[in-house]
């Protein structure tokens, strides 16, 4: 079983951190997304893996990923170009998935469970594809599965505006190459692109049976800032902490921390975990990092207090006031302009940046 992981699209929900990056390298627990999803294949004895890729961050993924041999799978790039839809993206790997089953993941998707149990599930059966499902409050956004008493589906459709169920296609799908030719007939939906939704509605439609497995662990789409923030709450409660930096004596270190060994937190300093430090960042004194914080690589935090943040690393932050609820992209500089007048604030702000002053 081969795996293919979607890469693509153009990350417009999370501008201005998609200006200058891949969303699928946006950070989490200061791990890139991208990396749970490549962590799961393997989970699942799946080494083989095409990673499809857009036009957009080409080389970073690449750059970031490599052959694969640093994660332990082996990785074959396939590039998609223009995003013209899943079933698109998905068809790209014909050549790569061959006469093998496969199992497709959305690279800024990130689930709890990972994947073993869908693809167990699929191995067992005599099935022609697999689905992941869970319940979600916002049916009308996601695609959608209407399934029998016994977990066979009886009918799928993509953000519906009168759902038949509030069980939504997570993004995780098991296949025989059977799908390759169906999506070849598929013809654009109303959003202008082809649905892998649509395709395995044509699966059933033919009298194929498709599995499906609901999910019940958290799951999180990741396409929009406060997602982020929600995947890096939900991740770090799952760490149980791990420190192997340098706490100085004096500094207050309290709950589960995950120290890089070459990060600090110095005499003074307050960190109140669930937190993640990554490699040689130094948290100074007088500083506050507070609960389900991520502070990325190679930053300095001098006297801000930080709460329920993700900051991207590579970032200086001395000023004095509060940040909470925040994605800070990378390369930030945040200091106080306190005792300065005019009073204000003054802000040098890319462009499609969200702020709440
Ligand atoms: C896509 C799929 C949809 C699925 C969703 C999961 O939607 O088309 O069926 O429920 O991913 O995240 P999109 O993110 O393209 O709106």
Known sequence: MKGVLLSGGTGSRLRPIT???????VPVANKPVLQYAIEDFKEAGITEIGVVLGNKGR?????????????????????????????????????FVGDDDFVTVLGDNILKQGIHELVDSYREGEYSAG?????????????????DDRGTVQHLVE????????LALIGIYAFSPVIFDIIEELT??????????????????????????????WWKDTG????????????????????????????????RVDLHETATIRDGAVVRGPVSIAAGTVI???TYIGPYSSI???STIEGAHIENSVIVGESKITTTGKIVDSLIGRGTNIESADGILPEGRRLVVGENSKLKL
Request: glycine share 12%; charged share 25%.
């Open 284 to 286: 100074e004194s007088g």
């Open 19 to 25: 200006h200058t990056g891949p969303k699928q390298l």
């Open 131 to 147: 689905i992941a499902l869970q319940e979600v409050d916002n049916p009308h956004q996601f695609g959608i599965a209407d399934v």
């Open 59 to 95: 080389e970073e993924v690449q750059q970031f990923l490599g052959d694969g041999s640093e994660f332990g799978v082996d990785i074959t790039y396939i590039v998609q170009g223009n995003p013209l839809g899943l079933a698109h993206a998905i068809g790209c790997a014909r050549d």
């Open 224 to 255: 929009k800032p406060e997602d982020i923030l929600e995947a890096n709450r939900l991740v770090l409660e799952q760490h149980s902490g791990s420190v192997s930096g340098t706490i100085e004596s004096g500094a207050e270190v309290q709950g």
């Open 159 to 166: 953000k519906p505006d009168d759902p038949p169920s509030n």
């Open 188 to 217: 654009p939906s109303w959003r202008g692109e082809l649905e892998i939704t649509d395709a395995l509605q044509i699966l059933l439609d033919r009298g194929h049976s498709v599995d499906s497995h609901v999910v019940t662990g």
């Open 296 to 298: 990325g690589a190679d």
